[in-house]
């Protein structure tokens, strides 16, 4: 088991940015690939970005390509998600997400644990 905790999320103007956290306990969390997802009202849950286990892959959904940056701290059982040039389209809820695969995923289904969430909003 994996447990996944969000932290970071807020309200903040369009072109502002946030930094979220997702802080991880359980099995080692090195041994996997670690995820991001979103999901606004009346929208299925899509996919933002994603860090291999050791970090030297990364990708991001077109959307968030240049803004967005993921990242992880291995030693401290933690990964991030820097979001700058924020949109209101970014306005979601945001989850963190572990896959036991070494390799970038993109699909929901991969993904075993997830966190509770946490809200971003985005004011125009």
């Known amino acids: 088991q994996v447990q996944l905790v969000e932290s970071g999320g807020g309200l903040v103007q369009a072109g502002g940015s946030l930094r979220l956290s997702c802080a991880a306990s359980?099995?080692?969390?090195?041994?996997?690939?670690m995820g991001w997802f979103r999901q606004a009202p009346g929208k299925e849950r899509e996919f933002v970005a994603a860090?291999?286990?050791?970090?030297?892959?990364?990708d991001y959904a077109d959307s968030v390509k240049g803004r967005f940056t993921i990242s992880r701290d291995n030693a401290k059982n933690t990964e991030y998600l820097q979001m700058n040039s924020l949109r209101p389209e970014d306005t979601a809820v945001y989850y963190c997400?572990?896959?036991?695969?070494?390799?970038?995923?993109?699909?929901?289904?991969?993904?075993?644990?997830w966190g509770q969430g946490t809200q971003v909003t985005v004011s125009s």
């Open positions: 359980g099995r080692t969390f090195s041994h996997y690939t």
């Open positions: 860090i291999s286990w050791s970090g030297g892959s990364t």
């Open positions: 997400a572990a896959a036991p695969i070494g390799t970038v995923q993109y699909a929901i289904g991969e993904y075993h644990y």
